[in-house]
């Protein structure tokens, strides 16, 4: 998969991706039933994605196979995403890594204390575990990206872990971080329980997917192949309601960024089940790909993403 004919693929309007896929329930509730709410991703590309009618979590249908996504992961994902064609991130990659994690370890403020030992799930490039080891924390990444691994190792010194499953058993954090990674798995929910066994007690959970009720771009903007799961404030408080979490009222929110921390009898019951599918399903009613593109509406995002790569190439560090 890893030709430069399949990285083509990736990236030629109105066609469809380069994967077969398989059908899958709702990684939150387990159920099958959907209803459509875009056909088109934002490169104009054809692009199935379905909310579930009992939970409102959004997913691509088909599902891509283990296999397809580690080997899209393995040979497209950082070239069509990220413009990286060599093993060293690129600039624009490390300017906003950096932006990020200095705006993740304000965020979490007194929570990152000398002694503090700390977990970055998707740890990429590793300028979030150099931001909490400045602070005084332990920190240890776990990313399955080998080039992006072995930077934050050569870079920052980082320990970075293939899996979860390279950790010893009984490793607790008093932080742990997942940030935009859960939409990129198949099982983000079943990830995010497991994330939050590696909580210590009193420990804090931060995690933050990108919000697909945000306002200001049309709706298929809002898809992409590598996002095969999409969240909005609903899904998200669940999922982690699922995983024993609740939010943390000493930290702000930002919709889709969170802090968790360990739900306790205060917290109630379970999110009630809403008919969130129908809602999504209208608000991101599917574009005509011809008609947008026709439009010249395509512009002005084109635009504002290549500027913002170019400003964050040649930004000063």
């Excluded at 990286?84 to 906003?96: K, Y």
């Excluded at 590696?198 to 804090?204: I, Q, S």
């Excluded at 599917?286 to 002005?300: C, D, I, N, Q, T």
Aim: proline residues 7%.
């Amino acid at each position: 998969m890893s030709s430069p004919l399949h990285l083509v693929r990736h990236a030629v309007p109105f066609t469809a991706y380069p994967y077969r896929g398989e059908a899958m329930a709702c990684n939150l509730c387990g159920g099958t039933e959907t209803l459509t709410v875009a056909e088109t991703d934002r490169r104009l590309k054809r692009l199935r994605s379905v909310a579930c009618t009992g939970c409102g979590l959004i997913r691509t249908d088909p599902m891509p196979t283990a296999a397809e996504l580690d080997a899209y992961y393995a040979s497209a994902y950082r070239a069509a995403y990220q413009f990286a064609l060599g093993r060293r991130p690129p600039r624009h990659h490390l300017t906003r890594s950096r932006r990020e994690a200095a705006f993740r370890a304000d965020l979490l403020g007194p929570a990152l204390r000398p002694g503090v030992r700390v977990l970055d799930f998707g740890s990429g490039s590793g300028e979030f575990l150099a931001a909490a080891r400045a602070r005084g924390c332990t920190a240890t990444g776990v990313e399955p990206g080998r080039a992006y691994a072995a930077y934050a190792r050569d870079e920052y010194g980082a320990r970075v872990l293939d899996r979860i499953d390279d950790l010893a058993p009984d490793e607790t954090f008093e932080v742990v971080t997942a940030h935009h990674v859960l939409e990129h798995l198949r099982d983000p929910v079943d990830t995010l329980e497991r994330l939050a066994l590696r909580l210590a007690p009193g420990g804090v959970l931060y995690a933050a997917v990108p919000n697909m009720a945000a306002t200001g771009k049309p709706p298929h903007e809002r898809f992409h192949f590598a996002h095969v799961h999409g969240f909005v404030r609903e899904t998200l408080d669940r999922a982690a309601r699922r995983a024993g979490l609740a939010p943390h009222p000493a930290y702000r929110r930002e919709d889709t960024t969170v802090v968790y921390r360990q739900a306790g009898a205060s917290d109630g019951e379970a999110l009630p089940a809403t008919d969130l599918a129908h809602e999504l399903a209208a608000a991101l009613a599917p574009v005509r790909p011809g008609a947008y593109l026709a439009s010249g509406a395509w512009l002005g995002p084109m635009v504002r993403r290549n500027a913002k790569a170019i400003r964050d190439t040649f930004v000063a560090r």
